[in-house]
Every structure is written in structure tokens, then in C-alpha cells.
């Protein structure tokens, strides 16, 4: 299969701690992107980080991409009860098309 | 809100019958992609149509098809279903080949 890794697949923090998931993947990316998914419903993008950038930040997001060990992690500083959801790390080549990791489910207790 | 709309949200049907999925992508967005999510396969990539011609192929079995019309919506049509063709059905539009916007999907029950 060509899907990729994530790890752990289920984390449970306090609110206020920090949650970082980590991923996987097994071909060469365009791009390496981060997706929240609330309890069986839509997709929502969070994060893109190119294959050409080691780092990036969006608010309380970190992303990081190693691509020489074709790995991902994702960084939620000072987590809320609304962080709790799961996230998937996707990645991206030349069509576009997404190949998803297995998703670390999140649990931030208030 | 996403932008995509997919109809029907909830289908419930029997074994051997088929069905069309419909997607309307976010206003501009000339690619559309198909998902399914299963609890035991995760999340596989389907199929993609970029301004109605197929552009990239996944893990789609033949008895499914797509197709993307002229107004940029798009059908999938799963014939001949299995129990394990339960799911549930996600389609994405993108400007270009980076963030993917995603519908509230479509929840498939094959009895």
C-alpha cells in the first residue's frame, strides 16, 4: 500500500499541553499537507508545507518535513477542547492527488 | 464551510444495486477528486478529473466509474455493490495541485 504512517495513532492531552503527531510517507511529494477530520465529517485543510521548506508556522501550528527520512510532524502548541478531532498528514506529487496516512486521533481534555 | 457540495449526504441501499454520487466543487476549482473512507482501508484516493478529463487513477475498483461534466460537477457511479463498498464517499476540489477542499461527504450503507 502506498499509504503512509502516522504516529501515535491516538493521543490524549490536557488542555494547554502541547500534542505533536508524527508521519510518515513513502514516495517522493510536491508537498506534504495536514487535515483535521471531526468525527466522520469533512476534511479541513490545516497546513501545507513544500518539498523545498524544512519548516513552517501557522498560528499555533508547527509542521516540520525531513524528506531525506520522508517524514512529517505536526506541532499544536497550547491545545484547546476544540483541537479534539483527527489529523491526517497527506502527500502530494505531481497530479495532485492525495495519499493519506492511518490519522492520529486526538483527545484534549478541558 | 468548505465551498463543495455532495448530495445525498446519508444512502442507504441492497447488495447488486447502484447508485450516483454527486459533487459540486467550490466556485473556479477545475480539478475534482473522489475519496472513500473505510474504517479498514483509511482514506484511499479514487479517482481525478481535471476541467473533465481524467487525470489521475487510484484505488478504484471497475465496477466504479466517474465522470466530470462541462459545469465542472461531477458523478461517481458505484454498480454492483458489496457490503464492503460501505463508506463513506469524500469529494475534493483544488484550483491547483496543492490544498484540496473537501465536501461533508456522502455516508454509503449497503445492506
Known amino acids: 500500500s502506498q499509504q503512509g504512517e502516522e504516529d501515535p495513532q491516538a493521543l490524549s492531552i490536557q488542555e494547554g499541553e502541547n500534542a505533536t503527531m508524527n508521519c510518515s510517507y513513502k514516495?517522493?511529494?510536491?508537498?506534504l499537507q495536514w487535515y483535521r477530520q471531526n468525527s466522520g465529517r469533512g476534511l479541513v485543510h490545516l497546513i501545507l508545507i513544500r518539498s523545498n521548506e524544512r519548516e513552517k508556522h501557522s498560528g499555533r501550528l508547527r509542521v516540520t518535513l525531513d524528506t531525506s527520512k520522508k517524514s512529517s510532524s505536526l506541532l499544536i502548541t497550547a491545545s484547546r477542547a476544540a483541537d479534539t478531532a483527527s489529523y491526517f498528514c497527506a502527500s502530494s506529487g505531481n497530479t495532485g492527488k492525495l495519499i493519506f496516512g492511518q490519522g492520529t486521533t486526538l483527545q484534549v481534555k478541558p | 464551510d468548505s465551498g463543495v457540495t455532495q448530495t445525498p449526504k446519508h444512502l442507504i441501499t441492497a447488495t447488486g444495486q447502484r447508485v450516483t454520487l454527486r459533487c459540486s466543487p467550490r466556485s473556479g476549482d477545475l480539478s475534482v477528486y473522489w475519496y472513500q473512507q473505510s474504517l479498514d482501508q483509511g482514506l484511499q484516493f479514487l479517482i481525478q478529473?481535471?476541467?473533465?478529463?481524467?487525470?489521475a487513477k487510484g484505488n478504484i475498483l471497475e465496477r466504479f466509474s466517474a465522470q466530470q461534466f462541462p459545469d465542472l460537477h461531477s458523478e461517481l457511479n458505484l454498480s454492483s455493490l458489496e457490503l464492503g463498498d460501505s463508506a463513506l464517499y469524500f469529494c475534493a476540489s483544488s484550483v491547483s495541485n496543492y490544498e484540496q477542499y473537501f465536501g461533508p461527504g456522502t455516508r454509503l450503507t449497503v445492506t
Open positions: 478529473y481535471y476541467n473533465g478529463e481524467e487525470r
Open positions: 514516495t517522493s511529494i510536491n508537498n
